[in-house]
C-alpha cells in the first residue's frame, strides 16, 4: 500500500513513464517505420540531370550549384505566380543548365539572385560557372523525380498526427522504380505532460537507441545525390 502511494505522488511524467506508458502514437510511428520506412534502390544509374516533376522551380538552381548535376528540368503550368517569381516571365517548361561563365549564356535574372548569395558553395560557384535557362516543350531527362506527402490523424482531439513523405525516382519510358525513400514522422502535442513535444521521425531513440540514419543532409537534396550516380562527380 505504500508503495501505491508513493507512486501517486509522482509527477505525471514519471509516473507515466514508470507505468511504461510513452508518447502517443509512438506504437503507430514505430509500426510504420518498420514497416516500409527508409531507402531501397532498385537499380544504380548514371545521369547528369534528371526532371523535378515536384519543384515550382523557386531557387531551384540551388541543386546545380550545391550538387553534382549538370542541368534540371521542370515545369510550372498552372501556378498564377509565374516560375521563378521575378525571373522568368511566364509559365512553361524549362531546362536549368550549369555552363561556364564565360560562354556568354548566363541567364542575368538567376546570375542577379545567386549574386546576393557570399557563402559557399554558391560564392565558388559565381566564380567560374552560371545558370543557362532554356525554355523547353517538355521535359526530356529519361528519369522523374517526384514527392508524395500525406497525414494520418491519430487523435484530433489532441492533434496527433503522423505524415509521410515518399520521394521516388522513377524510369519516365519504362514507368520503373529507381529508388524511393519513405519517411514518417510523428508530431504530438504534449504540453504540461513532461513528454516530448517535437516531431520525431523513424530515427527517434525511442524506436531503436542502436539505429543510425542512412544518411544526413537535406533529405530531397540527399536522396537525389544517393541513387543518381552523375558521370562528372564519377570523373573527378
Keep these: 500500500m ?11 511524467f514519471a509516473l507515466l513513464t514508470a507505468c511504461g506508458s510513452s508518447t502517443p502514437g509512438m506504437d503507430e510511428l514505430k509500426t510504420l517505420c518498420e514497416k516500409d520506412g527508409g531507402l531501397k534502390v532498385y537499380k544504380t544509374i548514371e545521369v547528369d540531370g534528371f526532371y523535378d516533376a ?3 522551380c523557386h531557387h531551384c538552381w540551388d ?3 550545391s550538387g553534382p548535376f549538370q542541368y534540371l528540368d521542370f515545369c510550372d503550368l498552372e501556378s498564377e505566380r509565374s516560375p521563378l517569381s521575378y525571373v522568368l516571365e ?4 524549362y531546362r536549368l543548365s550549369k ?10 535574372g538567376v546570375d542577379k539572385k545567386i549574386a546576393k548569395i557570399v557563402t559557399e558553395p554558391t560564392a565558388s560557384f559565381r566564380e567560374k560557372q552560371c545558370v543557362k ?11 522523374r523525380y517526384v514527392v508524395d506527402s500525406e497525414e494520418f490523424w491519430l487523435d484530433k482531439s489532441i492533434r496527433t498526427l503522423i505524415r509521410k513523405t515518399t520521394l521516388r525516382l522513377e524510369d519516365v519510358e519504362e514507368g520503373d522504380l529507381v529508388a524511393r525513400d519513405i519517411s514518417y ?8 505532460t513532461g513528454l516530448p513535444t517535437s516531431p520525431m521521425g523513424c530515427d527517434a531513440w525511442a524506436l531503436n537507441k542502436e539505429r543510425k540514419p542512412e544518411y544526413k543532409g537535406t533529405r530531397d537534396a540527399v536522396f537525389l545525390e544517393t541513387v543518381i550516380n552523375s558521370s562528372k562527380r564519377s570523373a573527378k
Design 185 to 192: 514522422i510523428l508530431t504530438p502535442k504534449n504540453a504540461g
Design 133 to 143: 535557362v532554356e525554355r523547353i516543350d517538355e521535359p526530356g531527362s529519361l528519369y
Design 99 to 108: 555552363v561556364s561563365r564565360d560562354s556568354g549564356q548566363c541567364h542575368a
Design 54 to 56: 515536384t519543384t515550382k
Design 63 to 65: 541543386a546545380l550549384i
Design 2 to 12: 505504500r508503495i501505491i502511494k508513493q507512486l501517486c505522488l509522482l509527477p505525471l
Design 90 to 93: 511566364e509559365n512553361g517548361c
